[in-house]
């Protein structure tokens, strides 16, 4: 084989090296999926602690609680927000 010159596989060789190229994509793209479910688990769960930590179990017993309650800033679908 000369310098430059592609290897010459044959047509079963082709086929497993083809077979190899999508089992290691399929790995990367579980292995991604894995670490991105698991980066949003820790972000919930990071968020959701620190909100409980802020937000008092039982709002009418909060001595800190001041102000009308009709006047109260409901945030929804906040796991959206913070997932992207």
């Known amino acids: 084989m000369e310098e430059g010159e592609e290897p010459v596989y044959t047509h079963a060789e082709e086929t497993k090296r083809q077979i190899r190229r999508e089992e290691r994509k399929a790995k990367k793209t579980e292995e991604f999926k894995i670490a991105k479910e698991t980066c949003e688990y820790f972000i919930l769960s990071t968020a959701y602690s620190a909100l409980s930590t802020l937000l ?13 309650p009709y006047k109260t800033l409901f945030i929804s679908r906040l796991v959206n927000m913070l997932t992207g």
Not at 58 to 64: L, R, S, V
Request: glycine share 8%; net charge negative; no cysteine.
């Open 56 to 68: 008092p179990d039982k709002p009418a017993d909060d001595p800190e609680a001041i102000g009308d």
